[in-house]
């Protein structure tokens, strides 16, 4: 069970715009910054949003992100095959003093 | 271009102690900014922060965990480790290390994890 809250599964065909949520509470989202990571089969994460909407260089502009209250969203327009991969979010939690993350979403590319 | 990369024990029986470390190529571990982190990943619990040293030693960790967690910095060597003490099957997960990086601006700081190694399967059983 964990902190943050991210629908498991999410799909579209290619060109299309997804959006994935992520839900929290006061002691994480709703204090903090929220990052989200994506996971290709069989690799590590990787830093796609940081800081709610920051885009690291060479994370193309089709990935954007949101942050209203205790929620996230990040989004993916112009789906591609290549996004097919696991979309996780993060923040800081207070019970922890550290970092907390969803369970993440299952994108397919239909 | 900063990689990091996870080896130690992949299997690993009950009440054992897991020793992992995390080479670091590219940059150096002394550098100010970072903290260098032990992440893990297993179907149960999904990801699973276990804590950090910061580039002079100082440690925090998951007080879910802490009374079982140990890391520590190689400076000779450019590299950090984990121990984690009396293992169980919920212990089982692919291990990984990652920087995470710190910036401030505005008086508000930001903290992300980039990059992450590759990761290490560890199997607790008998």
């Known amino acids: 069970q964990s902190v943050l809250t991210q629908p498991p599964s999410a799909s579209g065909t290619p060109g299309q715009r997804v959006t994935f949520s992520c839900s929290g509470s006061?002691?994480?989202?709703?204090?903090?910054?929220v990052n989200w990571y994506q996971q290709l089969p069989g690799r590590a994460p990787k830093i796609l949003i940081y800081?709610?909407?920051q885009r690291p260089s060479g994370v193309p502009a089709r990935f954007s992100g949101s942050k209203s209250g205790t929620s996230a969203s990040l989004a993916i327009s112009g789906l591609r095959s290549e996004d097919e991969a696991d979309y996780y979010c993060?923040?800081?939690?207070?019970?922890?003093?550290?970092?907390?993350f969803g369970g993440g979403t299952k994108l397919t590319v239909l | 271009q900063l990689q990091l990369k996870e080896s130690g024990s992949g299997l690993v029986k009950p009440s054992q102690t897991l020793s992992l470390t995390c080479g670091v190529s590219?940059?150096?571990?002394?550098?100010?900014?970072?903290?260098w982190n032990w992440i893990r990943q297993s179907p149960g619990k999904g990801l699973e922060w276990l804590g950090y040293?910061?580039?002079?030693?100082?440690?925090y960790y998951n007080p879910s965990l802490r009374s079982r967690v140990t890391m520590s910095l190689d400076r000779s060597k450019n590299q950090f480790s984990l121990n984690l003490t009396s293992l169980t099957a919920a212990d089982t997960a692919v291990y990984y290390c990652?920087?995470?990086?710190?910036?401030?601006?505005?008086?508000?700081?930001?903290?992300?994890?980039?990059?992450w190694g590759q990761g290490t399967l560890v199997t607790v059983s008998s």
């Open positions: 990652a920087r995470e990086i710190r910036t401030c601006a505005g008086g508000v700081c930001y903290k992300w994890f980039d990059p």
């Open positions: 590219g940059g150096s571990i002394s550098s100010g900014g970072s903290s």
């Open positions: 040293i910061s580039h002079i030693g100082s440690t």
């Open positions: 006061s002691s994480n989202i709703g204090s903090y910054t």
């Open positions: 800081s709610n909407n």
């Open positions: 993060a923040a800081w939690e207070d019970s922890l003093n550290g970092p907390v």
